[in-house]
Structure formats: structure tokens, C-alpha cells
């Protein structure tokens, strides 16, 4: 959370010493240079300048901020601070931290400043009410994209998983809207068993859309994507909300990019928790599932954030339905594909390759995947096949040291869609693409180039560190 401090008298410098990681990376904007030098001396950025004039927040670059604190005793100065930082950003949080008893005309007159006692930055729950503040503002900044007439799609990833599917769920019910009003898209199919199943038991619709059916609608939101996902599709929409590393080269009015948390379904259970919805047991469900399977149970790349969200949605949830979504059945044929692929693995330095050739049901492939991980030895396991005319690449690794999302994207980011996360990662690359890259190719061909690139990858992505 990155905060601007506001402040003009040097005695707070001794609460601010105190709690000093609160202001950790914060920029604080003083009257004079005896007091910048004072912040500096404690390691903490400042500027001076006139604290009631436009020109100093310009230069601070105020819209770059989560949230401002103001450490001043004067009303007026209060007032004639806030009217300024709300004339160049209406939305941001603005909270004065008093250090005596509030004068409740001074609340009265100034409603959407948060008045808090300073003391109460000693209290364990201070950090979780700052939270709060800035979460309902961007609440509202979301909601404000949106009115009344307007004609939304809800898109996720193609074949979307148990995150997109749940937050494309929350952020319906967070706008106050239903599948008529806000239906969920996917230009893929839902394909994985589990996923289905999740469908299924929830009663939740996902469309499969195409790029006439884009434009009958007037605003476009994106969940646990990012545009640049799509190619040059969708290179212009209107909000976005990812838990995936930040893409460049779009454009979006609401951008909500938390790559430090687990999962998209806890930026959305946030959103909903500081919003005072009532989460009912389906959406509870929905979002549990999604925390969980993308956190592998919190047992990988979770935050604070994603423990708390699946805290309080644990005793919310449907855990039977949880059990009947998580074992879907498994195909005899998959079985078989399973002992031929494992019998021509490759293993080098580490890494274990696998190609199923042509598969009926694409979750076959990340089910190996995970399995293959288990092998004693092996850092990485990466496995192929074919489903539905493209290649599909599934990685996995320890995620200890190394970054799937990353090595898979340079390995096969030009042939096709590549990305993920910090210990597992995904590519699929149309049959066509590949073949004008390497010519009419058999199983035998499609394993040795698999492995030929992700070695390199890896190997470069080693040196950059070394």
C-alpha cells in the first residue's frame, strides 16, 4: 500500500519513529526544509512546498497513491489540504490522524475525510481499518466505471479455472447485477471435469463468446486475465482484475494487479467483505474453491491476504459440494495415456518431460503434470499433448527459486498464449503455428522441440540471476 504523509510539526516525529514500517516507502509532504531533513535522516522521502497548492501534489504525483494521511492539528489546514487533493483525485482515501479528541463539527464538515486518533496506530487492528478505507474507495472507483444502462461481460481465460469462474461470480454480485444483466464469457470451453462439476453443483453459466458477441456489449471487465492474454483482441477494455504479474500495452479505466496475492477470488472477497455484502453460501463456495485450488490448499504462493479471505469464507461455504466438485471422475483412457507418456520421459538436469500425443479431455495433461512433479529428483516437470488442434505445455516446479510463469513465456511466448505463476505455468500453441515454425511435425518432433526450448529458457533465466 503506498501512502503520502502530510505533515508540518517536527514533535510527530517522534509517533511517526515509533511506527515507523507504517510509513515504510512513503512519500511525506512538508512546509520546510528543517523538517525534510529531520524525515531524512530516519531514511523516509520527503518534499517541501506550500502543502495547500496544487503544484506540490503534481509534482508527487498524487494518482500514484493508495491512500493520503494528514498528521495536522489545524482544522483549517485540514480543509484547505483536502480541497486541494480533491480538485486533481476525487476518489483517493484521505485520513487525518488527530493527536487529540476529535471535534465532531469538524467531522460533520468534512464527511469524506476519515478521522482517526493517532494513538490508535498502537492498536493491532489499525493496519486492517487503513485497509478497509482504501478497499471501499476502489470499491467505488470500480463501481463508478458502471451505470445503470449499461450492457456488461464478465470475460475470463480460456477453459476458465475454479479462480476465474469465482470471481467473475463476485464481481456480478458486487455490481449488483445477475447472468442477464452481467453474463460471464470465455472464447474457450470449460473443459477440466472438476471445473465443470463446479459449474454444475453452483449452477453458474459461462458463455462461450466470440468477437461478434463482444459487440453487443458497452463495458467489458476481465477477471484473473489480463488483455494482452488475448493477443491484439481485446487490447482496449474497461476493468481489469488479476492476481497474475502485471501486463503492459493495454488500456483499462479500473485496474485492480495484485501479483502478491494467491488468487484473484481474494482481491474480489475483499472487495465484498469492506462493501458489507451479505456473501451467500454459493458465491462462499465459488470463492473457498478458488482460493484453495490455486493455492494448491494454501500450500503454495499464498498471502496474508488469501489466509484471511479463506478464513472467512470457510464456515460460509457448502464443504459437501466442496468434496463432490474436488473428485471428478478420471477416464480409463487417460490411465493408458498415462503409461505410455511416463514410458518415453526425458529426464534432463532435473527437468522431466513427458508428451501424451493426442488426448481426449486436455486435464489429462496437468493431472500428469502434478504427478510427475512427485518424482524423486525433479525440479521441474513439464508435459505435453494435443487437444482440439493445439499443443498444450503444462509446467509445474518446486517454486522455490524458480518462476514457471517467466521460463514458459520465453520458451514459447511467440508461438503462442504463455504465462502463470511463480511454480506453475501453462502454453498452448495452435498445430499450425508450430508447423510454420517447424515444419509437419510427429509426436517424436514435438517433444525434442518442447525440450529443446524449455532447457534454453531455463538456462537463460539462470544466468540473469548468476
Known sequence: M??????????????????????????????????????????????????????????????????????????????????????????????????????????????????????????????????????????????????????????????????????????????GRNKATAPIGSFGKVTRPENLAMLKLLEIEVEQIDDKVIKEYTKIAMVDVQPPYFGDQLLNVDVVIDHHPRQKNYKAIFREIKSNYGATSTILSEYLFASGIKIPQRLATALLYGIKSDTFFLDREVSHADIKAFSYLYPLANNNLLRRIERPELPVDALKSFGKALQKKTIVNGILFSHLGVVEREDVIPFLSDFCLQVEGIEWSVVSGISDKKIVICIRNSGFTKSAGEVVKEAFGELGSAGGHRSMAKAVIPIKVFEEKFGKSNDFDIRKHIRKYFVKAVKDKAQKFN
Open 2 to 175: 503506498k501512502s503520502l504523509v502530510i505533515c508540518n510539526d517536527s514533535s510527530l516525529l517522534n509517533i511517526i519513529n515509533l511506527k515507523s514500517f507504517y510509513f515504510k516507502g512513503s512519500l511525506f509532504l512538508v512546509p520546510d526544509r528543517n523538517l525534510k531533513d529531520r524525515l531524512s535522516q530516519k531514511g523516509l522521502k520527503a518534499l517541501t512546498g506550500d502543502l495547500t497548492k496544487n503544484y506540490i501534489y503534481k509534482k508527487a504525483k498524487l494518482k500514484d497513491f493508495d491512500i493520503i494521511f494528514i498528521l495536522l492539528e489545524d482544522s483549517i489546514l485540514i480543509s484547505d489540504i483536502s480541497k486541494t487533493i480533491y480538485k486533481i483525485e476525487e476518489n483517493i482515501p484521505v485520513v487525518a490522524l488527530l493527536n487529540r479528541e476529535f471535534n465532531p463539527s469538524i467531522i460533520k464538515n468534512y464527511p469524506k475525510i476519515q478521522f482517526i486518533p493517532l494513538l490508535s496506530m498502537f492498536n493491532g487492528l489499525f493496519l486492517d481499518k487503513i485497509k478497509e478505507i482504501v478497499i471501499k474507495k476502489r470499491v467505488e472507483r470500480l463501481k463508478s466505471v458502471f451505470n445503470e444502462n449499461d450492457k456488461v461481460l464478465i470475460v475470463t481465460q480460456h477453459d476458465p479455472d475454479p479462480d476465474a469462474i469465482a470471481s467473475a461470480l463476485a464481481l456480478r454480485t458486487l455490481l
